[in-house]
């Protein structure tokens, strides 16, 4: 739960302001990675700026979260005062200090995703060792129902018999059948040749003041998307997202 009243937007702004957009998020020619790359650090900051807590539901808030977990984050936490540091007194080993704080944060990340999955494959394995519908599967199923989310699909059955619990995974299942079932049997015809077509699709330019105006209208009582980042943050730091080119903004791209 995101405490936005009691959140430090001045230092949310300098944050984003004087950060490195360029040499960190675009130096890839992937948009989507540079798009993962922008989620990160927009959630890196909300973390360190904007209080939060945990609401449990029915017990513990992350029954998952262990000793590896509390170590990952203790790093990230060390990481990032040390970068913090370095950035307010201008010390020559800034990029270094900046490149372990985004391993550490990395790490941490990774740390929490093998947790859960190791929570959640043993306590698969547990429900699948006792008898469908037996007292004794219900009592385990109830007692850990109240710490998931309940998706709109159950865990589907994988070819190798294991359980496919993340929405990658069941969207990768689906696309896998349904390119199974599509395909045709040609039996060996040539395919046709198709004409040529001398019509081009004409450039698209994307604008820093469009994408900032965009911003600048969002509703920020929508919910957030799939990368996590709510509407309130991107509105009320759309301007420092465009400072201009002699911060080190990103350009204007074209696609």
């Avoid at 998931?148 to 990768?172: I, M, N, Q, S, Y």
């Amino acid at each position: 739960m995101w405490r936005y009243k009691s959140a430090d937007w001045d230092e949310m702004r300098h944050f984003f302001a004087s950060y490195p957009w360029q040499q960190v998020c675009f130096s890839s020619e992937d948009p989507s990675s540079c798009a993962d790359a922008i989620s990160d650090v927009v959630r890196q900051a909300m973390e360190y700026y904007i209080p939060y807590s945990d609401v449990p539901v029915g017990g513990s808030a992350h029954p998952w979260f262990n000793a590896d977990c509390a170590e990952a984050e203790k790093c990230k936490h060390s990481a990032f005062l040390a970068w913090a540091e370095a950035r307010d007194r201008k010390a020559p080993d800034l990029s270094s200090k900046k490149r372990a704080f985004n391993h550490a944060a990395k790490s941490y990340k990774k740390a929490l995703r093998k947790a859960r999955f190791d929570r959640i494959t043993h306590i698969g394995k547990k429900l699948s060792a006792q008898p469908s519908g037996s007292r004794e599967f219900w009592s385990l199923a109830k007692s850990v129902e109240a710490n998931f989310c309940r998706p709109t699909l159950p865990p589907l059955v994988k070819p190798d018999g294991t359980l496919a619990h993340t929405a990658r995974e069941k969207a990768g299942l689906f696309a896998s059948l349904f390119a199974h079932n599509s395909r045709l049997d040609t039996s060996s015809a040539t395919p046709p040749i198709l004409p040529h077509c001398d019509s081009s699709m004409s450039e698209v330019r994307l604008r820093n003041k469009e994408v900032l105006r965009a911003l600048c209208r969002l509703d920020v009582n929508k919910a957030s998307g799939p990368d996590g980042v709510p509407a309130i943050v991107l509105k009320a730091c759309a301007p420092e997202f465009f400072p201009g080119p002699e911060k080190g903004a990103a350009p204007e791209k074209k696609s």
